[in-house]
């Protein structure tokens, strides 16, 4: 059984879900962790990102990742039977999602103008490239595409040197993001309204949205922010520092915090030091500040710093990697690693799901992703029995 | 008048918003974009973030990007008027936000306990660093200790050199929008069940959450994935490349696109390489083709590339900054960059609302951020008429 894990908020919520390989599974995968029916609608060939590794026993961790919990049907929406079956599918859901490029629905015949008509209470959430109006409407995407279009790569990195992909994929989970806050947002409206609605996500939009400091500073300065390595732009010390043994960050973020880092430093002459007596004059003299703390800090591990900055109720941390992350101590307490069953993978690590809310099991484990077209026959019977029962 | 901006999805909703600086502000700012009453209450000093730069006319451009569209009321939630203030909005209200260090609502006789037997049917929604159970529960966070305590800079920046910091505050970002789908989810939750819920988001829930790939990488592998700069990690050509005066992504994700752009750089030599037949070989030996790509790349300008890339459909981008992406010609027809006009700061642009919803207009213009405790006298107008109403 692939079907709904768990009772939650959106139970009873049917989403019929065209997307490919991430930003729209990701945001699929939301709503099913939040108690929806997600049908995946996968060309025969199946989701892109079964292909994608790494793979366990020859299934995608990547596909399993943001496929887990939903139910899959394989249809070719250009053959006559299969789009029976879609048009059957659409009239028993609640929304319909796809991340095709502008276009691809209309020439199938599915395009919003035709939906609307036919099944008025149908959202209908189309996360694409660039959005479906603008003259850019129609060109391809990717992920690497909006982080360097969007500007968010010009702030990432150090300055002088060659630009730095953000490590996770931003672009597309960031338009996910949205999409999914897009999609309640509508079956809220719908429950006052009555009305289906169209919903339309554009990655590089997102980008913005995400920016939206960045472009607060350029529209009050005219000034491009440039990137700035492991620091913040307007706090200091708030920053990455080199240890003993490998890096940190120290986020002293107002003028008691700076005290007592001084203190730990046993450097209580910073304190009195003119040049470091407030967030903007430590943020003028970052530079000299800075040769002052690495010197210090330098000298001991990581280990040794923490130890002496979380009793003072310093923020700091240790740059941990996914595998340190996902043995800290607050993960396990907080379900954020989940586990799947795969028939084929075995057991699997997922993340979790952050959006806890009262009064819904977050239970440890998942179901896990479907292989191609594997709810056809349960599905097609559901079908039959609603078409005899109408 | 600094009430609602536009009728919206979510009009008629009211949120009281105790949330600081900036996770917390930012998922309300989205509410507030959508067409819900955003009620701010601030202590008397106001929120902290209207003392971060930039600064314009001596108004902080930070506290506006991220604040627009709301209302403000100044409350001592210690003192006994200013409590009595303070349930009177709650008893009118749908949603309630804070973002402070878990236990502090609780010390004030406003934990969820106490609210939800007075108000079964408020929605209380949590932002922390670390959440409101586990045994970090209580330390405090910032954004740039979730960065590094919750993977992201380990993947981000080039290999073996100092880490990254992601150049937006993706730790207060992130945690802001699951923040929003908890909250909206929860509207509609209660739209069925009359209920409210709480809500328990963590910063470094939500950070697990973002690297969902890089995590299911780790639990399929056992092997912690690093940075790779400029890079995707499994498709190749997919990065960045220097060219004659700058840098730009070429995103070749399939074999069509890889042999079309070979094509472009007239090397169609490469496509019968037999190191570069498929996208896992590529990937495999990504360092030798790179470094044929980089050499004819570096030979034109960003601006001759695109003009040969764009008509091909091979997704590609120079590095765009903030300034740049504002002009980008997709932004404006897609109304990704508002205006508010400011009686102090004037007009300044901010970052529009990416979720684009038929039926509800998204226009041009905003209103500003309010002054601390700008709307008391009308708030408590509206109070008083509603007590003698009841």
Not at 174 to 191: H, K, M
Not at 235 to 245: K, M
Not at 247 to 261: L, Q, T
Not at 329 to 338: A, D, K
Request: charged share 25%.
């Amino acid at each position: 059984m692939t079907t709904q894990q768990t009772q939650g908020p959106l139970s009873g919520v049917t989403v019929i879900d065209l997307t490919r390989v991430l930003a729209g599974p990701y945001s699929t995968m939301i709503l099913a962790e939040l108690g929806a029916r997600v049908i995946k609608v996968e060309t025969p060939g199946g989701d892109d990102a079964r292909e994608y590794g790494p793979f366990v026993n020859g299934k995608s961790a990547y596909f399993i990742s943001v496929n887990r919990g939903k139910e899959s049907i394989a249809l070719d929406l250009k053959d006559d039977g299969d789009r029976a079956v879609f048009d059957a599918l659409l009239a028993g859901a609640d929304v319909v999602a796809e991340n095709f490029r502008p276009g691809t629905m209309e020439k199938l015949g599915y395009g919003w103008d035709e939906l609307k008509d036919r099944y008025p209470a149908l959202i209908y959430a189309a996360c694409s490239g660039f959005g479906h109006t603008g003259p850019h409407s129609k060109r391809p995407a990717y992920d690497m595409v909006v982080q360097a279009m969007g500007g968010i790569m010009s702030i990432t990195g150090q300055p002088g040197q060659e630009p730095i992909r953000v490590g996770m994929s931003i672009g597309d989970i960031g338009a996910g993001l949205f999409t999914t806050i897009g999609i309640v947002t509508a079956l809220y409206d719908r429950a006052r309204t009555g009305r289906g609605r169209k919903l339309d996500v554009s990655m590089l939009d997102c980008q913005i949205a995400l920016c939206e400091n960045a472009v607060a500073r350029y529209g009050a300065t005219g000034k491009a922010p440039g990137p700035l390595g492991g620091r913040h732009p307007s706090i200091t010390p708030f920053q990455t520092f080199r240890t003993l043994d490998g890096w940190m960050v120290v986020a002293a973020g107002n003028d008691v915090m700076f005290r007592r880092f001084c203190d730990i430093l046993d450097r209580a002459d910073l304190k009195d030091d003119p040049r470091y007596a407030s967030n903007n004059l430590r943020n003028e003299n970052q530079a000299s500040l800075e040769a002052e703390i690495e010197t210090i800090l330098a000298a001991r591990s990581t280990a040794d710093w923490l130890g002496l900055l979380d009793p003072a109720g310093i923020p700091a941390s240790g740059i941990n990697n996914i595998g340190t992350v996902m043995a800290h101590p607050q993960v396990e307490p907080r379900n954020m690693v989940v586990e799947v069953d795969d028939p084929t993978a075995g057991r699997l690590k997922v993340a979790g799901n952050p959006i806890k809310l009262s009064g819904y099991e977050d239970p440890p484990a998942r179901a896990t992703a479907p292989d191609v077209d594997q709810d056809r026959e349960r599905i097609l019977g559901e079908l039959a029995a609603r078409a005899v029962s109408a």
